[in-house]
C-alpha cells in the first residue's frame, strides 16, 4: 500500500500527499478560478429567489392567531432562518422579499409594534426602516442589551457627568462609567 510522503500514517491520495495535503495544494494552485467562480456564482444569484422558496416558506411557517410563527430552524436571538442557494438568510427578510421585492441596501427591516414575536414572518406585521430606527425600536421594548442600562455594576449612574463615550476600532461607540474608572486608576 502506497503511504505519502508528508503523513506517512494517513492513506495516499495523489501527487505523494495525503488528502489534506492535496487539497491545499490544489486550492492553491486553482485559487483564481475558485474565487472568479464563487464571485460569478454569487452576483448572478445575489438578489434571485431560487424555485421552490415560496414552497419551503409556506412548508415552515403556522399561523397562530394574527402571527405566520416560522417553526423552522431559530437563531439564538429567536429569529427564523433558512438556507437560500447555500447561504444562511433570516426569514422575516426572505418574508419581505417574497412579498415586496428586494430589500435596498443599508435598510433593516423590522417588527411593527403590535408584533414584537421576533418569529413571526407575516408581511403585514413587517416594515422597512434605516438601522437608526432598528436601535431606536429596540430600545423602545427594552430588547437593546447595554444601551437600555440606565446605571454601571457598581450601581453609578449613566449621566452626562459621570459617563465617558469611547469609539472602539470598528467604530463602535461604548460608554464607561467615570468613577469606576477612577477608582481603577487609584488601586494603580
Wanted: glycine share 8%; hydrophobic share 25%.
Amino acid at each position: 500500500m502506497r503511504r505519502p510522503k508528508c503523513h506517512p500514517t494517513r492513506p495516499y491520495c495523489a501527487k505523494g500527499k495525503c488528502r489534506p495535503c492535496w487539497g491545499k495544494a490544489w486550492s492553491a494552485a486553482n485559487s483564481e478560478h475558485i474565487r472568479a467562480r464563487n464571485k460569478a456564482y454569487r452576483d448572478a444569484n445575489h438578489d434571485a429567489m431560487p424555485d421552490g422558496t415560496q414552497e419551503r416558506f409556506e412548508y415552515y411557517s403556522l399561523e397562530i392567531g394574527e402571527h405566520l410563527i416560522w417553526c423552522g430552524l431559530l437563531d439564538a436571538y429567536g429569529y427564523g432562518q433558512l438556507s437560500i442557494c447555500g447561504r444562511g438568510r433570516k426569514a422575516h427578510r426572505v418574508a419581505w422579499e417574497l412579498a415586496y421585492g428586494p430589500i435596498p441596501p443599508g435598510m433593516c427591516v423590522l417588527h411593527r409594534n403590535p408584533c414584537r414575536h421576533t418569529a413571526c414572518v407575516r408581511f403585514d406585521h413587517l416594515y422597512l426602516g434605516t438601522p437608526r430606527e432598528n436601535t431606536q425600536d429596540m430600545l423602545a421594548i427594552g430588547n437593546c442589551g447595554q444601551a437600555g442600562k440606565t446605571h454601571c455594576v457598581r450601581g453609578h449612574p449613566f449621566d452626562e457627568a459621570n459617563t465617558i463615550w469611547r469609539t472602539s476600532p470598528q467604530r463602535r461607540p461604548s460608554r464607561q462609567c467615570r468613577a469606576c474608572r477612577d477608582t481603577q486608576r487609584e488601586r494603580l
